[in-house]
């Protein structure tokens, strides 16, 4: 029988007559013995014991146990010196780059409007706190994930309330990522007329049906990689896009007569205050998607060893990726939000994009927003279509079906043109 995503990815080491909640817990953390397996033809054709991390590991709720490329230290799965293919402060660098772009994205348009809408000490209040937050959530996440062996959010939720919970987590996650990519889709059909007046192409036809084809040709094909590490390239232009639309606000912010706030905020309905400026930063600093593969490719990075410093080494070089990068967007979101209230005051629009379209010197920095949108896509897309993938299979009790890559491939090509659609 065809082996399914999820045991490709979590390799079963519970018998049939064990619960899954018994084997998870007589597990020992840094320690995890994994039997021998059958090489079998999983559902992505990839017949290997080899590092294919993806996106986020996906499993449905009766596969939760811990992948053996990522955790087994066993001597016979511990990685050779020449395994190793880069060094670790390559990877340190890696991990920091796409865990950042795992975070800037649509929400990043919205971090300038929460600066107009609050007290500023309430927005940089606010700011601090949940950046610092969804870091240690984000750094939890990781803990609990070698604690207990678990590597996803429906796993968790079998192992703490059950089948039905899980369920529910799962769909919950499916609607949250959707909206994110949909959101992505939205700023890149509103960028439409922009770019299609910026290349110098005069056409009768609606910019959108020219520029939405040119991005799943240019974008989908990212989102079918199996290997994370394989987006770095991706995360190092998003990067640059972010920190260049940061500099270029600044920058003209330095340079212009400050705007009048005609009306500055108060401390009327604080609480209903905080709760939205919140809620937007809470959307700017998610990280989990994906923290959990980026810790297993730096512990792949890393000197291998059956000790449990390995471990706790790359725990530590993780928990500090985590914090740095949250302190990064903290220090960025901060000097981000403050110039672009001072270059628009109270004009400023939920969307600063609204606010660039009516200045010439700004439409640079608007293509570097549409570079850090298209390529923190496929980071949220990797998730989607496994979630998706593995959320059928379970609520159909399908999981031994064998589903080939170009038949997956052709179904998220069909799940992008769709939203595409709808957008």
């Given at each position: 029988?065809?082996?399914?995503?999820?045991?490709?990815?979590?390799?079963?080491?519970?018998?049939?007559?064990?619960?899954?909640?018994?084997?998870?817990?007589?597990?020992?953390?840094?320690?995890?013995?994994?039997?021998?397996?059958?090489?079998?033809?999983?559902?992505?054709?990839?017949?290997?014991?080899?590092?294919?991390?993806?996106?986020?590991?996906?499993?449905?709720?009766?596969?939760?146990?811990?992948?053996?490329?990522?955790?087994?230290?066993?001597?016979?799965?511990?990685?050779?010196?020449?395994?190793?293919?880069?060094?670790?402060?390559f990877a340190v660098v890696m991990t920091f780059m796409t865990l950042f772009m795992s975070?800037?994205?649509?929400?990043?348009?919205?971090?300038?409007?929460?600066?107009?809408?609050?007290?500023?000490?309430?927005?940089?209040?606010?700011?601090?706190?949940?950046?610092?937050?969804?870091?240690?959530?984000?750094?939890?996440?990781?803990?609990?994930?070698?604690?207990?062996?678990?590597?996803?959010?429906?796993?968790?939720?079998?192992v703490a309330f059950g089948s039905v919970v899980s369920k529910i987590v799962s769909a919950?996650?499916?609607?949250?990522?959707?909206?994110?990519?949909?959101?992505?889709?939205?700023?890149?059909?509103?960028?439409?007329?922009?770019?299609?007046?910026?290349?110098?192409?005069?056409?009768?036809?609606?910019?959108?049906?020219?520029?939405?084809?040119?991005?799943?040709?240019?974008?989908?094909?990212?989102?079918?990689?199996?290997?994370?590490?394989?987006?770095?390239?991706?995360?190092?232009?998003?990067?640059?896009?972010?920190?260049?639309?940061?500099?270029?606000?600044?920058?003209?912010?330095?340079?212009?007569?400050?705007?009048?706030?005609?009306?500055?905020?108060?401390?009327?309905?604080?609480?209903?205050?905080?709760?939205?400026?919140?809620?937007?930063?809470?959307?700017?600093?998610?990280?989990?998607?994906?923290?959990?593969?980026?810790?297993?490719?730096?512990?792949?990075?890393?000197?291998?060893?059956?000790?449990?410093?390995?471990?706790?080494?790359?725990?530590?070089?993780?928990?500090?990726?985590?914090?740095?990068?949250?302190?990064?967007?903290?220090?960025?979101?901060?000097?981000?939000?403050?110039?672009?209230?001072?270059?628009?005051?109270?004009?400023?629009?939920?969307?600063?994009?609204?606010?660039?379209?009516?200045?010439?010197?700004?439409?640079?920095?608007?293509?570097?927003?549409?570079?850090?949108?298209?390529?923190?896509?496929?980071?949220?897309?990797?998730?989607?279509?496994?979630?998706?993938?593995?959320?059928?299979?379970?609520?159909?009790?399908?999981?031994?079906?064998?589903?080939?890559?170009?038949?997956?491939?052709?179904?998220?090509?069909?799940?992008?043109?769709?939203?595409?659609?709808?957008?």
């Amino acid at each position: 029988m065809a082996t399914p995503e999820g045991e490709r990815l979590l390799p079963t080491t519970a018998r049939p007559s064990q619960g899954v909640y018994d084997a998870l817990h007589q597990a020992k953390p840094y320690a995890v013995a994994v039997p021998a397996t059958a090489r079998q033809k999983t559902m992505c054709t990839c017949e290997c014991t080899c590092a294919c991390e993806r996106g986020v590991p996906i499993i449905t709720s009766i596969h939760l146990h811990t992948p053996t490329h990522q955790h087994s230290l066993s001597p016979s799965n511990a990685l050779s010196p020449e395994d190793t293919s880069v060094s670790v402060p390559f990877a340190v660098v890696m991990t920091f780059m796409t865990l950042f772009m795992s975070v800037v994205g649509a929400g990043m348009l919205s971090i300038p409007f929460t600066f107009a809408s609050a007290p500023i000490s309430v927005v940089m209040m606010s700011l601090l706190a949940v950046g610092l937050g969804m870091g240690y959530t984000a750094e939890l996440l990781v803990r609990v994930h070698i604690a207990t062996n678990v590597s996803t959010f429906n796993g968790l939720a079998e192992v703490a309330f059950g089948s039905v919970v899980s369920k529910i987590v799962s769909a919950t996650t499916i609607f949250a990522i959707l909206g994110a990519c949909v959101g992505c889709i939205e700023i890149v059909t509103d960028l439409s007329p922009f770019l299609v007046h910026f290349v110098g192409i005069e056409t009768l036809y609606n910019p959108t049906v020219i520029v939405l084809p040119v991005f799943i040709v240019a974008v989908y094909p990212l989102t079918l990689l199996k290997n994370i590490t394989a987006l770095r390239f991706s995360s190092y232009v998003g990067f640059v896009a972010s920190i260049y639309l940061v500099v270029a606000v600044t920058v003209r912010a330095a340079s212009s007569t400050p705007a009048a706030i005609v009306d500055p905020p108060t401390y009327d309905d604080l609480p209903l205050k905080i709760a939205h400026v919140a809620s937007v930063f809470n959307y700017a600093f998610v990280s989990h998607l994906n923290v959990i593969p980026l810790y297993a490719n730096l512990r792949h990075a890393m000197q291998p060893s059956v000790q449990p410093s390995t471990a706790l080494s790359a725990l530590s070089l993780m928990r500090g990726v985590i914090y740095t990068m949250s302190i990064f967007c903290i220090v960025m979101y901060a000097v981000f939000g403050t110039h672009a209230l001072t270059l628009y005051g109270s004009h400023i629009q939920g969307n600063i994009l609204l606010n660039l379209e009516n200045d010439r010197v700004m439409e640079f920095p608007r293509l570097a927003v549409l570079v850090t949108i298209l390529f923190s896509f496929p980071l949220l897309f990797h998730p989607f279509m496994l979630l998706v993938e593995s959320f059928a299979l379970q609520c159909m009790g399908s999981e031994g079906v064998y589903v080939s890559r170009r038949v997956k491939a052709m179904q998220s090509l069909v799940r992008v043109v769709y939203r595409c659609r709808v957008v």
